[in-house]
Nanobody, 123 residues
Framework: QVHLVESGGGLVQTGGSLRLSCAPS????????MGWFRRAPGKEREFVAA????????YYADSVQGRFLISRENAKNTVYLQMNSLTPEDPAVYYC????????????????WGQGTQVTVSS
């Protein structure tokens, strides 16, 4: 069983930045992509960003394009989500996920999920 551990959430003011990290704990496997999803209170879980492990292609939701940056560190099997210019629309629990197949934007492609980390944005 693969466990993913997220870190880096917290409270930040509008316009501020946070960096989330996600790394596997325990057994690793050949990864197709790693992604970030989020769920705000009363809303469905939504795709935020993803990165192909081989080649590094990145994918973003329109709502975060230009503000968020996903990156990976292969040697540590770690993925990061740099979140800049945070707005009151961004607070949510952010989940890291790992897949062995695509498509990268579909949550159904990700069998492995972290517990989530809370991001709060104050005005």
């Amino acid at each position: 069983q693969v466990h993913l551990v997220e870190s880096g959430g917290g409270l930040v003011q509008t316009g501020g930045s946070l960096r989330l990290s996600c790394a596997p704990s325990g057994r690793t496997f050949s990864t197709y992509a790693m992604g970030w999803f989020r769920r705000a209170p009363g809303k469905e879980r939504e795709f935020v960003a993803a990165i192909r492990w081989s080649g590094g292609n990145t994918y973003y939701a329109d709502s975060v394009q230009g503000r968020f940056l996903i990156s990976r560190e292969n040697a540590k099997n770690t993925v990061y989500l740099q979140m800049n210019s945070l707005t009151p629309e961004d607070p949510a629990v952010y989940y890291c996920a790992s897949s062995i197949t695509g498509p990268p934007r579909a949550s159904s492609a990700y069998p492995y999920w972290g517990q989530g980390t809370q991001v709060t944005v104050s005005s």
